[in-house]
């Protein structure tokens, strides 16, 4: 089951583009700029355009197994966990739209760090700050940081950098 939840993770970041050809004549979005337009694909890739624009696999996100909230879930978490920046403003903003909360966003940012690295989850803070602040989401809908961290033992402190040293 996770195999089948990774690949299909995998593969809605893959064809994302493919999936909603709309998708890369992006306009402005809350002050969200535009990633690329068609033309700027054609002039570079013109098969690809072409698959853009194709029917391959233009109804991913209109399938009934997945609500679109839930399509939004897995690909803010495959984009995340693939570092892959540059689709980050589009999606995190569709996320929203879709019904997910900035606190899940922020959940799910703090979780991939710890299973697709540090970096990555970086990356997708200063892309979310960023969409955040477009749409003056505040640390209020934000979850705390939670549980308490533990305040260092400072007799203990001594006695281990004692022994270690």
């Known amino acids: 089951m996770k195999l089948l939840t990774a690949a299909i993770a995998s593969l809605s970041v893959m064809v994302s583009s493919c999936a909603q050809p709309d998708r890369i004549t992006l306009t402005p979005r809350l002050g969200v700029p535009p990633m690329l337009t068609r033309d700027d694909v054609r002039a570079v890739a013109p098969a690809l355009d072409r698959y853009t624009q194709g029917s391959l696999l233009g109804g991913l996100w209109k399938r009934p197994d997945l609500s679109p909230r839930d399509r939004s879930l897995v690909t803010v978490a495959a984009l995340i966990a693939r570092n892959q920046t540059i689709e980050m403003p589009y999606y995190f903003n569709l996320a929203l739209d879709n019904g997910v909360k900035p606190r899940e966003i922020s959940e799910i940012i703090t ?3 710890f299973y697709s690295g540090w970096a990555n989850a970086m990356s997708a803070v200063a892309i979310a700050k ?9 640390t209020d809908q934000l979850p705390p940081a939670s549980p308490a961290l533990l305040s260092l033992d400072e007799s ?5 950098a004692a022994r270690v040293g």
Do not use: P, S, T, Y
Request: charge should be positive; avoid cysteine; glycine fraction near 6%.
């Open 111 to 113: 979780h991939l760090a």
């Open 156 to 160: 203990a402190e001594a006695q281990r």
């Open 130 to 138: 960023d969409v955040f602040a477009r749409r003056k989401i505040g």
